[in-house]
């Protein structure tokens, strides 16, 4: 029972570091977006050659926390399950166009990986909009 309690604890840290991430990035908030990150922390991104996204890992806490509020700008952002933790998809217009996985770490968000790559997108292309 103890673990069941530890394991509640730490996704309750994710969720709560997770809707800290998405209000930040809501308001365009970098310096708020910032200090959820890690210093050293990795953003990954995916646009298969069809989104304009970054072709290597971006790494520290002022670049990535610059290119997700510029992503994620004007988007609408709900906090939804992504490979089975909390992550952040982004829809415009009612339309799926990017999925966001978050690993954290303690309270810090340590790697970003980003799926813009339409290909990718779409189970989420068909999910119902009103979630989360």
């Known amino acids: 029972m103890g673990d069941e ?7 309750g840290v994710m969720e709560s570091v997770v809707r800290r991430f ?13 200090e959820v990150l890690a210093a050293d922390v990795v953003l990954v991104s995916d646009g298969g050659g069809r989104v304009l996204a970054p ?12 290119i997700v ?6 988007a609408v952002l709900s906090i939804e399950e992504i490979n089975g933790r909390p ?12 999925v966001a996985s978050l690993e954290v770490t303690g309270s810090v968000i340590t790697r970003i990986w980003v ?6 997108l779409a189970h989420w292309l068909v999910s119902d909009p009103s979630r989360g």
């Open 5 to 11: 309690s530890g394991q509640a604890r730490t996704r």
């Open 55 to 66: 072709l290597r890992p971006i790494r520290g806490a002022v670049e990535t926390a610059r």
């Open 69 to 74: 509020v510029t992503l994620m700008s004007a």
């Open 87 to 98: 992550g952040v998809v982004l829809r415009r217009g009612g339309r799926v166009e990017a």
């Open 115 to 120: 799926v813009l790559n339409p290909d990718k």
């Open 22 to 34: 998405a209000a930040a990035c809501a308001a365009e908030d970098q310096e708020a977006v910032r």
